[in-house]
């Protein structure tokens, strides 16, 4: 075995062979399964991008449809779930409701048969077709309301906004809100995908792998920084406030949320998508007067840490997009999550076949044969400013 020096974050160590995405960071580009995300922006659906992740391979005409039926079938959930969800506080974060309700999935669908083809594609359904119900049923829950049920007629998008606004959505808000979903579906080995293989790794069910995933896109280093993005854009106020913020930022060391990757050096290719998106959108329904201070803050950084490889990353434009679609703030990382669930269980999937327990080394900085002190004769360590 090759003894690797300590990487602080594991930048630039590989944790796994994988034929699910691709990123080349200094040109923007991003693949599934070898296909150009613009393409699939295009072209695809999110839930035909999810069996390309999961299986490998486009779906056939009948296998999607299957798939789509089969998904639409397994939409509800069980009563004693919705109970369940009615005793979260209603001051919980959407994202802790999420990863609680997920891996309650779990204790319901307790049968574990990792090397049944069925077994697999059941829990996909499963996850796929829950995790949005649930993220709609809180929503309303916490303010006291029944949720609202799944509509037959409805295709998963347009579902998925019509139980959260309680009324069907045009046309082209569903098909804006699925190719944002396709647009989140996978991204190689970010934090939330590892926390979900390092889960898998120990061969537990795929409901914990998909908890413990969702609890780690919840930080506002990962997933949670797209709904820190309006904050911020908020906080800004106006177009002409956009130079002295960001330079206090910088002056500060203070991370401006939305831009930087550890892989893109350049524009994330979602967010010129997500920009675009947001444009039609806009032209359609109404401006965002937060959208000029987003483009200003762009143009700022890009002028002021260009350089250093930091542009808008794919939570920039997204919450501009949402919000226009009537998705509150604190439910932008529950939709996050709701596409990724794609791309975790690709990766899941993928490392059944060639499970290994994940088991890094540490390089250990402490000291050694200290010894055991009675507890009375310990002293109190009081530092310069007096503080124990
Ligand atoms: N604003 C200002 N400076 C930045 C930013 C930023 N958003 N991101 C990186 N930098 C600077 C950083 O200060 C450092 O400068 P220096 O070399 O002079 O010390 C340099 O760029 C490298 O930064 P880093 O923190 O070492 O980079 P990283 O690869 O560890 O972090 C990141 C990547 C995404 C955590 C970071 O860019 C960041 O915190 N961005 C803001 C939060 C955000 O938008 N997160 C969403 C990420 S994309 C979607 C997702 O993964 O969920």
Not at 93 to 115: E, I, K, N, V
Not at 257 to 263: E, I, K, L, T
Not at 333 to 341: C, E, K, L, N, Q
Request: net charge negative; with cysteine; hydrophobic share 40%.
């Amino acid at each position: 075995m090759t003894v690797c020096e300590y990487s602080p974050g594991l930048e630039g160590i590989p944790a796994a062979q994988s034929s699910i995405s691709y990123v080349d960071g200094k040109n923007g580009i991003l693949e599934y399964r070898g296909i150009r995300i613009e393409e699939l922006a295009v072209k695809s659906t999110f839930l035909e991008t999810a069996y390309l992740l999961i299986w490998g391979k486009l779906p056939t005409q009948d296998e999607l449809s299957e798939f789509e039926t089969d998904i639409l079938y397994h939409r509800r959930i069980k009563y004693s779930i919705r109970d369940m969800m009615k005793c979260f506080p209603e001051t919980g974060h959407p994202m802790d409701a999420l990863q609680t309700s997920a891996a309650a999935l779990g204790l319901f669908y307790a049968r574990r048969a990792l090397d049944d083809p069925t077994y697999i594609r059941q829990a996909v359904v499963r996850l796929l077709a829950k995790i949005p119900t649930m993220v709609a049923a809180f929503k309303l829950m916490r303010k006291g309301n029944d949720p609202v049920q799944p509509n037959d007629d409805l295709g998963y998008s347009a579902n998925f906004l019509y139980m959260l606004t309680e009324r069907p959505p045009d046309p082209l808000a569903a098909r804006i809100f699925d190719v944002c979903l396709t647009l989140h579906a996978e991204h190689t080995i970010n934090a939330s995908t590892f926390s979900a293989m390092v889960t898998a790794s120990t061969l537990t069910d795929p409901y914990a792998v998909v908890a413990s995933a969702v609890g780690t896109l919840a930080g506002p280093l990962h997933g949670g920084a797209n709904e820190e993005v309006l904050v911020m854009l908020e906080e800004i106020g106006s177009k002409e406030n956009v130079l002295p913020y960001v330079e206090k930022c910088i002056a500060n060391k203070h991370k401006i949320m939305g831009f930087g990757h550890r892989v893109y050096k350049v524009k994330d290719p979602r967010a010129t998508i997500l920009q675009s998106l947001a444009q039609e959108l806009f032209a359609a329904t109404g401006y965002d007067d937060y959208y000029d201070i987003a483009v200003e803050l762009e143009n700022v950084i890009a002028e002021k840490l260009g350089s250093k490889g930091i542009y808008p990353n794919v939570d920039f434009y997204s919450g501009l997009v949402y919000r226009k679609l009537g998705i509150p703030n604190d439910l932008f990382t529950p939709v996050f999550a709701i596409a990724r669930v794609a791309g975790w269980l690709a990766h899941w999937k993928e490392q059944l076949a060639v499970n290994r327990i994940f088991r890094p080394t540490q390089v250990y900085q402490g000291e050694h044969n200290l010894p055991y002190i009675p507890i009375e004769a310990r002293v109190v360590a009081i530092d310069s400013n007096g503080n124990k």
